[in-house]
Structures are given as C-alpha cells and as structure tokens.
C-alpha cells in the first residue's frame, strides 16, 4: 500500500518554486562569468568583496569541477523537484530526494561560507546570493518536508 502524503501549503509550493529560480539565476551567471570574461558586473575584484578572488580560488571547484557548475546542475534540479507538478507527485521518494538535497546543499553552503570568510577573507556577492536562495529553500523545506511525509505535525494543525 503506498505512503499517503500530506498536503502542503500553497505558499511553500510557490515560494520554494520562485527560490529555486533565484538560486538558478545567480549560478547561471556565476557559471557564464566562469567560462567567459570573469569580469562581474556590480562586484569590485579589490577588498573584502572580491568576486574574481572567490571564484579563482582553489576553493572554487571540486574534484576539478567549478563549484559553479555544481550549483547551476544543482538548481536545474531543484527548479524541476520545486515545480507545483512534482509537490503534486504521489512519489515518497521524490520528497526524500528534495529533503535530502536541501540539507546536502545546505551542508555545502556552509564549506563555502567557511573558505570565503576564513581561508580567502572575502567574498563574492553572487555567490552570497546562491547561499541566502539555498538558506531560504532549507528553513522552507525543512519546515514542511517533514509535515508531508508524517513525520511531524502539519503547519496547518
């Protein structure tokens, strides 16, 4: 007998959906500046905020991957498990999957967060708004993936 799901919010539907738009946003440029020109619009490449010194630092890339390719896959991913049509989907797994990525790229955000402030003492704006979209669809998804799945009480009880 399968899993019978609890409805979510309207507002977490839509709101989860417009955030994984934002994240894709921020990473498709990051990603474009990548291969392209370097040179981000509206990020000084001196001082604290320093785009250029975040995205060519060691730190950003892994396994030999640029990190922002990762966040572009990443929120190509969410935008799809985000849509109203998978909320919809009657699949236990496919919620596993969005909890499960949420708290990974979560997890990531933090490393991140870490090498800017600590290991390379500054930072990079767009990167900053990947990581406040991604902090946001955690404090969403984590509220009501868990009432969904009947592992906690609904917000709407």
């Known amino acids: 007998m399968p899993r019978t799901l609890e409805p979510v919010p309207r507002w977490a539907v ?36 320093n785009c250029q010194l975040v995205t060519n630092s060691a730190e950003s890339h892994l396994f030999g991957i640029p990190i922002a390719v990762l966040g572009l896959a990443s929120y190509l991913v969410f935008v799809v498990i985000n849509s109203p049509w998978a909320w919809r989907a009657p699949y236990y797994w496919l919620h596993l999957v969005r909890l499960a990525m949420v708290v990974g790229a979560m997890a990531f955000v933090l490393w991140l967060v870490y090498a800017e402030l600590v290991l390379l003492n500054s930072i990079c704006l767009y990167c900053t708004g990947v990581h406040v979209a991604t902090f946001a669809l955690f404090v969403v998804l984590s509220r009501v993936v868990p009432a969904q799945l009947g592992w906690a009480r609904s917000a709407a009880q």
């Open 14 to 49: 839509y709101t989860t959906w417009v955030l994984s738009f934002v994240g894709l946003a921020f990473a498709s440029y990051l990603t474009y500046e990548h291969y392209t020109t370097k040179v981000f619009n509206g990020c000084p490449d001196h001082g604290f905020i």
